[in-house]
């Protein structure tokens, strides 16, 4: 049953950006056969990335540790067929008036596929990979939610060599668009920052609005992110990094992560402190 649903979804997929190319191109004013194109490839990345989920979603994921892989199951994947949902009729839309970032939109989700599918099968990565998926995220978002979603990001060129946990970070991040941006009126600013400060690393992920009018909103899935996120951590770094988390004026939160730089640049999983404990 699971294959035949799978089956149907990738032909409706396909069949979408046949129309979406094949509509868009029949205006006078934009490049038929570039839209085509366009839409091609909206069916070929989709179809790619469904058969890959299909063929991943039965198997462990290779980036959890096992001490916290029951709770990291109860987190959203890195690519869910909603945000692939809102991301298609996004770019089906900016094809009818900017051909161009409709472009960089496909262009900038065909790269957020092909690098959380390369993280999802490694346990560990550097900080430069983690925060690059991040970034790609974050652009196909802002291109679906224009001025709701104010990105701002500081990352230091000497964090980016450190050792990390693949797509720790990621669902924090998700969680910022997903509970802020998306549910307020007003703009929200998600904040991710990395820098060194004495001798430590610290990682900073955020996300607020400035209104006074803003919604509060709470979720257990962004306690669920942390909780699962600390375990992570010091899983792979040990005991001594620091995870904090509060909230931030009316709605959002702050996560804080503290790394000393001794244990950053030598990484070990929870299976080698025990070893040692």
């Known amino acids: 049953m699971k294959r035949i649903n799978g089956f149907y979804l ?3 997929v ?3 950006g046949m129309i979406i190319g094949y509509v868009a191109g029949s205006a006078a004013w934009v490049n038929s056969l570039q839209l085509m194109l366009v839409g091609g490839i909206i069916a070929l990345i989709s179809g790619l990335m469904i058969l890959r989920l299909g063929k991943t979603n039965s198997k462990a994921q290779a980036w959890q540790i096992p001490s916290i892989k029951r709770g990291a199951d109860l987190l959203p994947q890195p690519i869910t067929s909603l945000f692939l949902f809102n991301t298609l009729h996004n770019i089906a839309a900016l094809i ?5 970032k409709a472009g960089e939109t496909v262009e900038n989700l065909a790269n957020l596929i092909r690098t959380t599918t390369d993280l999802r099968r490694k346990q560990q990565t550097f900080l430069g990979e983690e925060f690059k998926a991040i970034e790609l995220y974050l652009e196909v978002e802002k291109a679906r939610l224009g001025e709701r979603l104010i990105i701002a990001k500081d990352f230091s060129k000497s964090c980016l060599e450190i050792p990390f946990p693949s797509l ?4 924090i991040v998700h969680n910022c668009v997903r509970f802020g941006a998306e549910m307020q009126m007003h703009p929200v600013t998600v904040v991710v920052s990395c820098h060194k400060q004495n001798k430590d690393i610290i990682i900073e992920v955020a996300d607020y609005v400035e209104s006074r ?5 709470d979720s257990d899935e962004r306690m669920i992110a942390f909780r699962t996120l600390q375990r992570q ?8 990094v620091k995870c904090s988390r509060k909230p931030i004026s009316v709605q959002g939160e702050l996560v804080t992560i503290s790394v000393p730089l001794k244990d950053a640049m030598v990484p070990r999983f929870a ?3 025990t070893e040692d404990n």
């Open 14 to 16: 396909i069949i979408l």
């Open 168 to 171: 720790a970070l990621y669902p």
């Open 10 to 12: 990738l032909v409706s």
């Open 213 to 217: 009018e803003a919604e509060a909103i």
């Open 233 to 240: 951590l010091i899983g792979f770094f040990g005991q001594s």
């Open 96 to 100: 009818l008036f900017d051909a161009q």
């Open 271 to 273: 299976s080698q402190h």
